[in-house]
């Protein structure tokens, strides 16, 4: 059960980080994620939209400090490239931010 939890939290990270990109493309403003290692959650910002989640418990960053990311229209693109470490319960998880139009992953470490 941790696991699906574990999980479905990393899925709806993508789908925010997505979403987030595309308003940055579709509004032609930039659009932010904030990633707080203090208090294991992020959040987001678009001029439609403020979104806050909250890892589930077992999840936390490595990092215990804020990161944030700017996604710039007119592509999408992020402000930085970094890997993220995020520790689940048993396994760890890399969020990786890569260079070029925003592209990033999420793998199992």
Do not use: C, V, W
């Amino acid at each position: 059960m941790t696991h699906l939890l574990e999980k479905q939290s990393l899925d709806q990270l993508k789908i925010d980080i997505m979403y987030l990109q595309a308003e940055a493309i579709t509004t032609n403003q930039e659009s932010t994620l904030l990633l707080d290692g203090n208090q294991d959650s992020y959040s987001g910002k678009s001029t439609k939209t403020e979104l806050s989640r909250k890892f589930t418990p077992t999840l936390h960053f490595q990092e215990k400090s804020e990161q944030l990311f700017r996604f710039s229209p007119p592509f999408g693109n992020i402000s930085k490239f970094k890997t993220i470490i995020i520790q689940g319960h048993n396994k760890k998880y890399a969020l990786i931010f890569q260079i070029g139009k925003g592209r990033f992953r999420i793998d199992e470490i």
